[in-house]
């Protein structure tokens, strides 16, 4: 082998060395990325179970799988109250109930409303089968 062929193979292997390296530091720090988080939900889930009783915690999923945006609303709520000390004992069920009226008082609520055409509904064109 000569001289050039060496220095060819000796710049293609450092080439893939080098990216290897690279799409390790990549997973490396995505996989250290999901790890805090992880912990951080381990931490959040821990302070819930501290602060609401079992029929609490049972509404407050309930919430998060109707209405997931109030329902992190209401859970971080809980977390700071939490956090700034303001929970002294568990909160239970009628408690995390008041907590949610507060909560709805606070957002506005949107209106919704069903139009029905009754023009379009009289003219379809099924009914001249008959």
């Known amino acids: ?9 000796r710049r293609r292997r450092l080439a893939q060395l ?7 530091e990549g ?3 995505q996989k250290a990325q999901e790890e805090q988080l992880r912990a951080q939900e381990e931490v959040k889930n821990s302070i819930l ?15 998060m ?4 945006e109030k329902g992190k609303l209401v859970e971080n ?7 700034m000390g303001q929970i002294g004992s568990k909160i ?3 408690e995390l109930i008041g907590i949610l009226e507060s909560v709805n ?5 949107s209106k919704t409303s069903v139009k029905f055409d009754r023009r379009r509904a009289a003219l379809d064109s099924d009914d001249e089968d008959f």
């Open 65 to 68: 799988l109707g209405k997931p």
């Open 49 to 63: 179970s501290q602060v609401l009783d079992q029929s609490a915690r049972a509404r407050l999923n309930t919430l």
């Open 77 to 83: 709520m809980i977390l700071r109250m939490a956090q």
């Open 18 to 24: 080098q990216s290897q390296f690279k799409g390790g």
């Open 105 to 109: 008082q606070q957002i506005p609520q």
């Open 27 to 29: 997973e490396s720090k």
């Open 1 to 9: 082998m000569g001289d050039a062929e060496l220095e060819e193979i």
């Open 92 to 94: 239970g069920e009628k």
